[in-house]
């Protein structure tokens, strides 16, 4: 991104699954669904604040769910 270019606006559309997931410690990259622990997307964008570097990342909640119970019906 050049310097004085506007930053582009990115939706971060919070659906649960794997994303989601939160491990034991930061290091936890095997068994993190196992702690049970999940985040939204607001809470994944303040984890990250890199991100603010190079995009307007926009969190929107939408359901809390496991990927293999998101369909056709959600997408749309």
Same mark, same amino acid.
């Given at each position: 991104?050049?310097p +004085?270019?506007p930053?582009?606006?990115?939706? *971060?559309?919070?659906?649960g +699954?794997?994303?989601?997931?939160?491990g034991?410690?930061? @290091? /936890? !990259?095997w =068994? &993190?669904m /196992?702690?049970?622990?999940?985040? +939204?997307?607001?809470? *994944?964008?303040?984890? &990250?604040? =890199?991100?603010?570097? !190079?995009?307007e990342?926009?969190? !929107?909640?939408?359901?809390?769910?496991?990927?293999?119970?998101? +369909?056709?019906?959600d997408? @749309?």
């Amino acid at each position: 991104m050049s310097p +004085g270019q506007p930053k582009r606006r990115v939706a *971060l559309i919070g659906t649960g +699954g794997t994303i989601s997931s939160i491990g034991r410690d930061s @290091l /936890d !990259v095997w =068994e &993190y669904m /196992d702690a049970g622990k999940k985040i +939204g997307p607001d809470d *994944l964008v303040a984890r &990250y604040p =890199e991100t603010a570097q !190079v995009a307007e990342i926009v969190p !929107v909640p939408f359901s809390s769910v496991g990927s293999s119970f998101i +369909g056709p019906a959600d997408w @749309l």
